[in-house]
T-cell receptor
Framework: QKEVEQNSGPLSVPEGAIASLNCTYSDRVSQSFFWYRQYSGKSPELIMSIYSNGDKEDGRFTAQLNKASQYVSLLIRDSQPSDSATYLCAAYNTNAGKSTFGDGTTLTVKP | EAGVAQSPRYKIIEKRQSVAFWCNPISGHATLYWYQQILGQGPKLLIQFQNNGVVDDSQLPKDRFSAERLKGVDSTLKIQPAKLEDSAVYLC?????????????FGEGSWLTVV
């Protein structure tokens, strides 16, 4: 089992819809979680972080964390074609000082 | 604030040749990482430095890969001799930690093609 698992996709949504990206992690001591966006041919770019159970909103993006279920998600509202990219989930274990990345979910937003 | 700088951006070499990549982290970031990313996969940690000490190099193929971070700032990753399967993007990243939140920032990457 991978430490951080994501559905590889591709996930396709129409423009204006809500895109929902999911991530599960196996290490219960992971304390903070990150979502990165990676456009084709580019490096990962930080979108947002979350470390408390519940929702965290930043513009059109909402991260959700459920530590009991070891589940993190990213919602993108009013999806735009420019959101088409691979989204990477990462978990940070403070005790080990180690960050682990998933393999990413590819999102395509169709005009 | 300047981001993580990497060079060269692109490199094509023949197998069995050597290559070196350079990285300058964000000012003040004590932790520096080298990741390897193969197409379709997430970043795989090769080595992690805290200042100029190695924290984790468990996935670094030490028979061919080496890395150093002199004076706790810049870092160099070397591959010698290169194999075809080393074709990948080599991402340098740096981070700062606030409490239990460790935020990693990536450079633009160094794209290696081994032919």
């Amino acid at each position: 089992q991978k430490e951080v698992e994501q559905n590889s996709g591709p996930l396709s949504v129409p423009e204006g819809a809500i895109a929902s990206l999911n991530c599960t992690y196996s290490d219960r001591v992971s304390q903070s979680f990150f979502w990165y966006r990676q456009y084709s041919g580019k490096s990962p770019e930080l979108i947002m972080s979350i470390y408390s159970n519940g929702d965290k909103e930043d513009g059109r993006f909402t991260a959700q964390l459920n530590k009991a279920s070891q589940y993190v998600s990213l919602l993108i509202r009013d999806s735009q074609p420019s959101d088409s990219a691979t989204y990477l989930c990462a978990a940070y274990n403070t005790n080990a000082g180690k960050s682990t990345f998933g393999d990413g979910t590819t999102l395509t937003v169709k005009p | 604030e300047a981001g993580v700088a990497q060079s060269p951006r692109y490199k094509i070499i023949e197998k069995r040749q050597s290559v070196a990549f350079w990285c300058n982290p964000i000012s003040g970031h004590a932790t520096l990482y080298w990741y390897q990313q193969i197409l379709g996969q997430g970043p795989k940690l090769l080595i992690q430095f805290q200042n100029n000490g190695v924290v984790d190099d468990s996935q670094l193929p030490k028979d061919r890969f080496s890395a150093e971070r002199l004076k706790g700032v810049d870092s160099t990753l070397k591959i010698q001799p290169a194999k075809l399967e080393d074709s990948a993007v080599y991402l340098c990243a740096s981070s700062f930690k606030q409490g239990f939140v460790n935020t990693i920032y990536f450079g633009e990457g160094s794209w290696l093609t081994v032919v």
